[in-house]
C-alpha cells in the first residue's frame, strides 16, 4: 500500500514563506515524475509544479520564480520551497506521485495540506 504524507501548510502573511513536503512510504517499484497541485474554493484542481525523477522542474506560470520544487530521492519526498506568497495562493495543496512498475503507472495523492495568506 502506497501512502502519499504531507506537511508544512498553515497561516501565512502575504510576503512571507512556507516550506510544503511530502513523503512516499509503502511497497513500489520506482516513482517517476512527482508533483504538487492546489485547489482554491469553488475553483478546480490546478498544477502547480512537477519534477521528474531526474530532478527538472516545470513551474506553472502563476507560481514561476517564486516557488521551487525539489525532491530527495534517498527519502522519497519531494518538498515545494514557496516565497512571496500572495493571496491567492490560499488553498489546499496536494502532492502527487507517479509510482511506476514493469507494467503499470498509478498515480498516488496525498490527502492535502491548508495553505492560506493573508494579512
Known amino acids: 500500500q502506497v501512502q502519499l504524507v504531507e506537511s508544512g501548510g498553515g497561516l501565512v502573511q502575504p510576503g512571507g514563506s512556507l516550506r510544503l513536503s511530502c513523503a512516499v512510504s509503502g511497497s513500489f517499484f520506482r516513482i517517476n515524475d512527482m508533483g504538487w497541485y492546489r485547489q482554491a474554493p469553488g475553483k478546480q484542481r490546478e498544477l502547480v509544479a512537477v519534477i521528474t525523477s531526474g530532478g527538472s522542474p516545470n513551474y506553472s506560470d502563476s507560481v514561476k520564480g517564486r516557488f521551487t520544487i525539489s525532491r530527495d530521492n534517498a527519502k522519497n519526498t519531494v518538498y515545494l520551497q514557496m516565497n512571496s506568497l500572495k493571496p491567492e495562493d490560499t488553498a489546499v495543496y496536494y502532492c502527487?506521485?507517479?509510482?511506476?512498475?514493469?507494467?503499470?503507472?498509478?498515480?498516488?495523492w496525498g490527502q492535502g495540506t491548508q495553505v492560506t495568506v493573508s494579512s
Open positions: 502527487c506521485a507517479a509510482i511506476v512498475s514493469p507494467t503499470a503507472r498509478v498515480n498516488y
